[in-house]
């Protein structure tokens, strides 16, 4: 079945680093994929999406790109703030489910200290 | 402004009891989920709603219940079958069709702990 593994956290970097958060999925069909954040005892927030190989998703300074031939939607940011600091999904939708429901990875902890 | 409620905020069970907790969206969308989200383990589908009236089971089901009597309500029911309630769940929604484009909205969340 589809599936989505994201790099395991937490991840802990200085105000300012550069940020990479793994993410590789498997898919029967052409999936959608999506990065979603959340705070801390909030709900999830779409943070950027692309919908077909070689796009680019990008929000707030974050980007991935659709890697179809490394099935890989890496999440990165040049930057980062102490007000990053979350928890970060990786999901895919596949329109050959024909269900809607999207599957998410089991979640990156991102903490970014001054 | 549009969006989904999630009620209570915070929610403590008894050992034997049934507890609802509500979800509501005024996006008019078509179709609504439930995920539960424990600690290390992202988010497992409980149920889901594409239409009115009708639902299925997602992957952890058993000891849960749902309704969906109108478009804009899909409230989840913690049974005493469920042995470990205690989670934080989140209802999500969208279009019919369109998770592919948009995703899902969510909302807040609830925090269910079993005293």
């Known amino acids: 079945g589809d599936s989505v593994t994201q790099m395991e956290g937490p991840v802990t970097l200085s105000e300012e680093a550069f940020l990479t958060i793994n993410c590789t999925y498997t898919?029967?069909?052409?999936?959608?994929l999506f990065w979603y954040v959340q705070y801390p005892g909030e709900g999830l927030q779409l943070l950027l999406k692309?919908?077909?190989?070689?796009d680019k998703g990008s929000n707030k300074g974050f980007e991935a790109t659709y890697r179809k031939e490394t099935t890989s939607f890496h999440l990165e940011k040049g930057s980062v703030q102490v007000s990053d600091s979350a928890v970060y999904f990786c999901?895919?939708?596949?329109?050959?489910?024909?269900?809607?429901?999207?599957?998410f990875g089991q979640g990156t902890t991102l903490q970014v200290k001054p | 402004d549009g969006g989904i409620t999630q009620s209570p905020k915070y929610l403590f069970r008894k050992e034997g009891q049934n507890v609802t907790l509500s979800c509501e969206q005024n996006l008019n969308h078509d179709a609504m989920y439930w995920y539960r989200q424990d600690p290390g383990q992202g988010l497992r589908l409980i149920y889901y709603?594409?239409?009115?009236?009708?639902?299925q089971k997602g992957d952890i089901a058993e000891g849960y219940s749902v309704s969906r009597e109108k478009k804009e309500s899909f409230p989840l029911t913690v049974t005493s079958a469920q042995k470990n309630p205690t989670a934080f769940y989140l209802c999500?929604?969208?279009?019919?069709?369109?998770?592919?484009?948009?995703?899902?909205?969510f909302g807040s969340g609830t925090r269910l702990t079993v005293v």
């Open positions: 999500a929604s969208t279009r019919a069709g369109s998770s592919l484009v948009y995703g899902y909205t």
């Open positions: 999901a895919l939708s596949d329109p050959s489910s024909n269900t809607g429901k999207l599957i």
């Open positions: 692309a919908t077909k190989a070689d």
């Open positions: 709603s594409q239409i009115v009236n009708d639902f």
């Open positions: 898919a029967t069909g052409y999936p959608s």
